[in-house]
């Protein structure tokens, strides 16, 4: 199984960006995705989460109306579409698959965990 995030890197406050989430070795159709994203001297901050299985989504209070899930089932591929950055969303952002299907802002309830991206947002 492998989780290969894509897409950070530094944008000005107000900007836009989109991470990729590539999943193999999984059955894409049956398992939830979620988003999360670390600073130093911080915990695993759970962003968003879409299950393949029902459509289900999860967004923290800090990035609703901002961020955006969805998925290219051909490509089981999951992006995580960020608009309207803040300095505060910069961070290290993870993918990571939870194969029953829903484990919501539980990062523990996660099995398999990809390698991370650097977010930056200036002021």
């Known amino acids: 199984v492998q989780l290969q995030a894509s897409g950070g890197g530094l944008v000005q406050t107000g900007g836009s960006l989109r991470l990729s989430c590539v999943v193999s070795?999984?059955?894409?159709?049956?398992?939830?995705v979620g988003w999360f994203r670390q600073t130093p001297g911080k915990g695993r901050e759970a962003v968003s989460c879409?299950?393949?299985?029902?459509?289900?989504?999860y967004f923290a209070d800090n990035v609703k109306g901002r961020f955006t899930v969805s998925s290219d089932n051909a490509m089981n591929t999951v992006y995580l579409s960020m608009t309207d950055l803040k300095p505060e969303d910069t961070a290290v952002y993870y993918c990571?698959?939870?194969?029953?299907?829903?484990?919501?802002?539980?990062?523990?309830?996660?099995?398999?965990w990809g390698q991370g991206t650097q977010v930056t947002v200036s002021s």
């Open positions: 990571a698959s939870d194969p029953s299907g829903w484990a919501g802002s539980n990062a523990g309830g996660y099995d398999y």
């Open positions: 070795g999984l059955s894409f159709g049956d398992i939830a």
């Open positions: 879409l299950s393949m299985y029902d459509g289900s989504t």
